[in-house]
């Protein structure tokens, strides 16, 4: 992933050519930072930053618009990505895919891709710019970037869209396999918990 994203492994169009140099663009440009929403549902699934691990999202919790916390603000669509903006080098951000109503934290920044969607989502794993945001955050203890610095922050990406596709159909068939394998993993570990209870009683 590292390698694609510093242009040392580069994918060719169907024909064998090479793609156009990749070009430098601010985030803002390429993706809508917090889009304003003019509908707030009465009642929604709520995700706050325990809801979000390694892009996996667990049991969202159902509020009421007049009991939620004053952090649940960001009006959720298909194909939106949730960047974490408190200790971001952890890295647990979350691909959007699902229907309904969903609201999340405002310790989201809510990115909203104005071309490939499932791309963006991947670069902005990539250490290039993670170290970016990083070098960019204030406090300690809970080192944090604002949606403003976050949306100034400068990327290169491809000039073809038709190379966008490539690396995100690639490296998102990669995160399926991984996202297969940890629930797998974490089945078997509950299927041992419950044998050994068994086992023991």
């Known amino acids: 992933m590292q390698k694609i994203f510093a242009q040392k492994i580069r994918f060719k169009s169907a024909i064998g050519s090479p793609f156009p140099e990749w070009q430098k663009k601010k985030l803002k440009s390429i993706a809508i930072i917090n889009p304003p929403s003019s509908e707030f549902p009465d009642q929604f699934l709520y995700i706050d930053l325990e809801r979000v691990n390694n892009g996996i999202l667990s049991e969202p919790e159902l ?45 989201y920044a809510q990115l909203r891709a104005k071309e490939n969607q499932q791309f963006l989502y991947q670069l902005i794993h990539s250490d290039n710019f993670v170290n970016k945001v990083v070098a960019r955050c204030t406090g300690t203890s809970y080192p944090a970037i604002n949606s403003n610095d976050l949306a100034d922050i400068s990327i290169y990406l491809p000039s073809a869209t038709q190379e966008q596709e490539k690396i995100a159909n690639f490296l998102t068939a990669i995160d399926r396999k991984i996202e297969t394998l940890t629930r797998q993993i974490e089945q078997t570990e509950q299927f041992k918990k419950g044998l050994l209870q068994k086992l023991f009683i």
Do not use: C, E, M, W
């Not at 939620?68 to 939106?80: C, E, H, I, T, W």
């Not at 974490?84 to 310790?107: C, E, H, I, K, W």
């Open 63 to 107: 509020l009421s618009r007049y009991n939620a916390p004053s952090r649940a603000q960001r009006v959720l669509k298909k194909g939106d990505i949730l960047y974490q903006t408190v200790r971001p080098y952890q890295r647990n951000n979350l691909f959007f895919s699902l229907d309904g109503d969903y609201v999340a934290s405002t310790g």
